[in-house]
């Protein structure tokens, strides 16, 4: 994990807003509130589909998690509603955005090709290596709860490996990928930015988003287009090559290791294994419908 930019040591209320391009990037957002003892902290605003994801779907919506649709069905009073609750609750607050809505996969050329026209259309610049960033989740969430945030962290991520033999960029890698080393290397760039630094209205804050996003562009732009071969694959300025103590890993790794063993290494325990991924999906699923 090699870090550039700013990184608080100490735990802070913050929203996180990332590029995205595949499920690691939720990871990404554990990597870095992990090095500031915020691991249980981290909430995410998923895409409405995601809630019957099982198991998953009912913890992430009972972990604070936000749900929202997309464009004209999108339920502002909702999630206004749930962020306040939180900040009633005093929940502490790490709550993760991916403004752009939708992963940035060069296999799909048209999902890019039509967020640049939108772009265009709009008047904004067009950006190569993001997605145009919508703005309504993270005004929404910058609005509700700006007076229990700390800050904002402005994200960008690069994943090492991710060019062709031809130096065209590449798909992002899976789960899989990224956890068997294919993916050697995460350059992950952070921006801790001011609330007072942040447009209140959503028409200047829809424009502010815009420029970060440009910001990202060219990091993206230098990490993997650079015409010197020697500041491609990083990020300008100084980095910072951060591993975690085994205090940190080891606990945890040795807790669920040893957890899944025991269930899964006798016949009881398989069935219990196995029950409770069926019937915890179908009552997770109910929770959430009905909630």
């Known amino acids: 994990v090699i870090l550039y930019g700013d990184l608080p040591k100490n735990k802070e209320n913050v929203i996180y807003l990332s590029n995205h391009q595949c499920t690691v990037d939720w990871i990404i957002a ?3 509130a992990i090095r500031q003892n915020a691991l249980g902290h981290v909430r995410y605003v998923l895409k409405d589909g995601l809630k019957w994801l099982p198991l ?28 306040r609750a939180q900040m009633k609750a005093e929940t502490p607050m790490y709550l993760v955005i991916f403004p752009e809505g939708t992963r940035y996969n060069p296999e799909i050329p048209k999902v890019i090709a039509d967020s640049q026209s939108f772009a265009e259309k709009e008047g904004l610049a067009i950006l190569k290596h993001v997605l145009t960033p919508r703005v ?10 700006k007076d229990y945030l700390d800050a904002v962290y402005d994200v960008t991520v690069a994943y090492e490996g991710t060019v062709d033999h031809k130096g065209q960029r590449k798909l ?13 290397r ?15 209205e959503q028409m200047y804050m829809r424009r502010w988003l815009h420029e970060r996003f440009e910001i990202k562009d060219k990091l993206l ?20 090559h951060s591993k975690l103590s085994l205090k940190k890993t080891l606990p945890s790794l040795l807790f669920l290791g040893g957890l899944t063993a025991s269930m899964l290494l006798t016949e009881s325990g398989r069935k219990l294994y196995v029950k409770t991924w069926i019937y915890g999906t179908l009552i997770g699923c109910l929770w959430v419908s009905i909630k």
């Open 186 to 200: 995460v350059h992950i760039f952070i921006d801790r930015i001011e609330l007072k630094d942040i447009p209140e």
């Open 221 to 240: 732009i230098e990490f993997y287009d650079a015409k010197d071969s020697k500041r491609r694959n990083k990020f300008p300025g100084k980095s910072v």
């Open 172 to 184: 992002a890698p899976s789960m899989t990928e990224f956890l068997c080393k294919e993916c050697p």
């Open 136 to 145: 309504k989740a993270t005004h929404v969430a910058i609005d509700t709860i």
């Open 30 to 32: 554990d990597m870095l």
């Open 56 to 83: 998953y779907g009912w913890y992430f919506s009972q972990h604070g998690g936000v749900y929202v649709k997309r464009s004209a069905k999108f339920n502002e009073k909702e999630m206004r509603e749930k962020l």
